[in-house]
């Protein structure tokens, strides 16, 4: 019954609006992403996005925002992956253009494949590894050519069940984009997204992340992409637990039963410090 009254106030508010910007933004622009420029392609679809968190009441608590903010162009972005709405999450938090390589798979999800293309996603095949190959090569020549940053979730799927608190080893692969051309790296961890399409009725939902300081070049000379993808593997494990606490101090204090402030397109606190 809950997920019911969820599901019919988010239609309520929001199918109208998701139909008329399906037909007039999202098919046009995956159809034909050639015809527009990236920046108009991005900045129409953040505004619908910023409208869809806005109806899931989306709580951000975001560390080292400025971090992800003046991040270097051409940059490799990469963290943990919670659930499909992560992409929500990282394009309303990112006002300049940024893509994602994402499995296969995603491409038949109802309008989240649509949006991976309209905003110059890539999609991968793990198991060819000649496509896979010529989706780095793609993605490089991309970040490279036009200093577009491209998200990747090294992880390779997403955790489940039991094991949904780990992280799942990080494929040293993912990082051969950065590697071969010297872009610089920005990681990130991630919590709180696995809730946004649940079927509570919260009046908020608490999404953390914490991005840390860009690795240049300079940072990872030497290593292998095998031990970056240990070191950094940890790195972000460590980060996730510190926010799964938080995010149990937050429901422990009910704040999910707060509203959120009205008339802000994007509620937003920064917990730097």
Known sequence: MKR???WARLVTCLLPRLILD?????????????RYPLSLRYARLRALILKVAKHLRIDFKVKGYGEFLSRPS????????????DVIALIALSKEPISFVGKKEVRKIPLVGRVFKAIDGLFLDREDPRQAIAVFKEAERRMKGTGLSYVIFPEGTRAKGEAFATLLPFHPGSFKIA?????PLLPFAISGTERLLS???DRRHLVLLSFFKADLPSDYEGLSTVAYAEKAQKAIAAERARLLQLDAEYYQANR????????ESLCLERIDG
């Open 4 to 6: 019911f009254l969820k």
């Open 22 to 34: 399906y037909f007039r933004i999202i098919l046009p622009y995956s159809r034909h992403p050639e």
């Open 74 to 85: 051409g940059c490799l972005i990469y963290g943990n992956h919670v659930a499909v709405c």
């Open 179 to 183: 590697f071969r051309i010297k872009a």
């Open 199 to 201: 079927g509570d009725l």
């Open 256 to 263: 999910q039963k707060e509203k959120l402030p009205k008339g």
